[in-house]
């Protein structure tokens, strides 16, 4: 079902007991990179890593922002301990989660970014300071404070957790190259509009292009640019299933499309 | 205004000028390990920090579960690279953040627990078992799996930011012994009630209590079990105060009975 590595069996998944009766279309899945882009795109808050002066892992709350390849941008205070961290030792990481999970919170993504915090200055730093005041209009004041630095995270490596059984690791490379997702913003309202006002539409997806025909039940869990996946209760079992879009949705307002074009199809009409 | 250490000026204060014209009765305020313990009690997911096998810093998000002492419990798998970490180094630390801040998340509560993690045996992992799947039912599915370790961190040091110029650190025996505000569970909704249905109450309180007999209008910004902090407008500018509930509050219950008394003060009802 996954192209991941599943560690575990996901709680859910141990109840996945009905097999598709019918083929399923192919479907394509955002990549870890793609997943790790999207969530530092649609974050503002993270957990940042830094090593104190024991050696004891310190753990503490900041905000960041993004340059357009994904370079997460933090400004840190000398009087803060993170900040004391940095100066002594740049290897640090990042954690950064689903900015508003539903449902089981280990059952919801997050990012860990591993690299180097790089003091910034001139032009560099430049860049940062108005990335990060898009973040956080408080910087305009507190940035400029003798104490702050602009940092830039040189990302050596990366570890996405989709939730239970979905997990991959990618490169700097691979990350810095993906694309965050266009629709993300807009996929928890989609899943409740779906959820609330379209099951039916849903229910046929599970049964025409889902491979379970005989499905009783279709609920939309997580939707993206290449398409939904759907928990389907049928008479032989609980189950999930995808369903891939005739094309990815390429910006925001490609979703509505999208779906609106699978639910014709599920249903039979001619286009 | 603050008992606590001002790293730096907020940016709400940076407006405050109008200073009080008549006196105000002192109040207390939550302890920073009584803060700790609130956040720790109403929290769910946190970050742990460990440390790779690089000496780099990895941040991940766990789920814990809190002992009555406030002891953070954790379940983790050595397939996760936090799990592998902490059989090499032990030294862990832990934040906590608010659960739903609003506002800007940098004005918002966090905490780090810092010390070291100890895999459990015999009755204290039985403990810890129950006390996590309370808050993690699914751990009675995957926390059997043999490897999956309990862990409780055994905290040194602790270290409490509420927000802009709020912040301070306290040690691991005034943690334990402090109490988490009984009334931070209803919080949330006392203030968007106190705000929506009972702005001339804290016009009143601002007024009469406050130290600003000439405030125009008054917006509560936090509530816990000792008063609430208002933000005031006046003619002579922005500011802000603390009003002090005439009793602690001491469960959950007495959250309403300590307002409407604070309210009826400010009226200026004779009891």
């Known amino acids: 079902m996954t192209a991941f590595p599943v ?12 097999e598709p009766l019918e083929p399923v279309a192919p479907t394509t899945t955002r990549t870890p990179a793609e997943e790790a882009r999207t969530l530092v795109a649609q974050g503002k808050m993270a957990a940042l890593a830094t090593s104190s002066e024991d050696g004891t892992p310190w753990a503490s709350a900041v905000l960041y922002a993004a340059l357009a390849d994904g370079t997460p941008i933090l400004c840190l205070s000398t009087l803060a301990e ?4 940095l100066t002594r030792e740049p290897r640090a990481s990042l954690m950064i989660g689903e900015a508003d999970p539903q449902g089981d919170p280990l059952d919801s993504g997050r990012v860990t970014l591993a690299g180097r915090a790089e003091a910034l200055e001139g032009e560099a730093r430049e ?19 003798g104490d702050f630095t602009y940092y830039a995270l040189r ?40 959820n609330e006002d379209h099951a039916h539409n849903l229910l046929d997806m599970a049964r025409a292009l889902g491979g379970h025909p005989d499905a009783t039940e279709a609920t939309c869990v997580r939707i993206d640019r290449y ?7 049928t008479p032989r079992g609980f189950t999930s ?31």
């Open 155 to 194: 990302v050596d490596r990366v570890r996405w957790v989709g939730g239970y059984g979905r997990m991959d690791s990618t490169d700097a490379d691979t990350y810095h190259a993906a694309e965050p997702d266009p629709v993300a913003s807009g996929a928890a309202y989609a899943i409740k509009h779906l």
């Open 241 to 271: 299933t995808r369903i891939a879009f005739a094309e990815p949705a390429n910006k925001p307002g490609d979703l509505r499309g999208a779906t609106v074009e699978l639910a014709r199809r599920a249903r039979g009409d001619v286009a």
């Open 127 to 145: 860049a940062a300071v108005a990335a990060y005041k898009q973040a956080s209009p408080a910087s305009g004041l507190y940035g400029g404070f």
């Open 82 to 85: 993170h900040g004391r961290n």
């Open 227 to 233: 398409g939904l996946d759907l928990n389907v209760q």
């Open 7 to 18: 560690d575990h069996i996901a709680p859910a998944e141990a109840l996945a007991i009905a």
